[in-house]
């Protein structure tokens, strides 16, 4: 038997991002879900979607693997401290903060900076969206026009507040945790993923960039399953 899992999108998109690494968990016999954080609107923050994430974790029953993409590494460590219903972490080249660190101020120490922030375009309403071609250059990098369309149809918006607060705890002090490093991306770099990584119990590698979950889900999943059954 295994863990159920929960899997926390990161800024831009929504809980439809890992549809694909669902299915190919299932294909694992691994129960999995996705939820839509509150930052995809205006009056989300940091704590509103940490507060989810415990609400969906509770409602799972039993302890779970906590699954976060991209921004949704913040949301998880803040989500996961003190936190008896988290089994494992799993952060997907995912923001790793140290004590009071926001995801702002982690980008502005990677050593090989990426150009996501280019592609913002801010709204009146504090949230902003990623321009088409910037997404596709700097976050589906590595996957085909085919593979990118729909994606890039369905992306959001996304709470620029969330970006400057800083997690108020570090649950991946308290849990284990694995590290999925993506190699060819191009949001947060390699290197920097890989000091995250140090932190964390174990780390994999995956020759993708900063979406796994559309252009290597089955790969991502194996990594996901891996950790749902350790914790059985």
């Known amino acids: 038997m295994s863990k159920p899992v929960l899997l926390v999108h990161g800024a831009f998109t929504g809980a439809w991002a890992w549809n694909g690494v669902i299915d190919e968990l299932g294909k694992q016999g691994v ?25 969906a974790l509770k409602n799972l029953g039993e302890p779970a693997v906590l699954v976060g993409h991209s921004y949704a590494g913040a949301v998880i ?20 903060p140290q004590a009071g660190e926001s995801v702002a101020a982690l980008l502005q120490r990677d ?21 088409r071609q910037g997404a596709k250059d700097y976050v589906f990098n590595d996957a085909t026009e085919a ?11 996304h709470a620029l507040v969330t970006l400057g607060e800083a997690v108020t705890g ?10 999925v490093v993506c190699t060819l991306d191009k ?39 891996t950790a749902a059954r350790s914790d059985a």
């Open 147 to 157: 593979q990118a369309a729909p994606v890039l149809d369905a992306m959001g918006s």
């Open 77 to 96: 460590t803040e989500a996961s401290v003190d936190n008896d219903d988290v089994a494992h972490l799993v952060y997907v080249c995912a923001a790793l």
């Open 187 to 225: 949001s947060f770099s390699p290197a920097l993923q890989r000091e995250f990584a140090s932190h964390t119990s174990s780390v994999v590698e995956i020759e993708a960039g900063h979406g796994p979950m559309l252009t290597k889900p089955a790969e991502l999943a194996d990594v996901i399953a």
């Open 170 to 179: 570090l649950g991946w002090t308290q849990h284990p945790s694995t590290y």
């Open 31 to 55: 129960t999995a879900t996705a939820i839509d954080l509150p930052s995809r609107g205006p009056q989300g923050t940091l704590a509103a979607d940490a507060q989810a994430v415990r609400e």
């Open 111 to 131: 050593p090989e900076p990426g150009q996501l922030g280019t592609a913002m375009q801010p709204a009146e309403d504090g949230t902003a969206t990623l321009d």
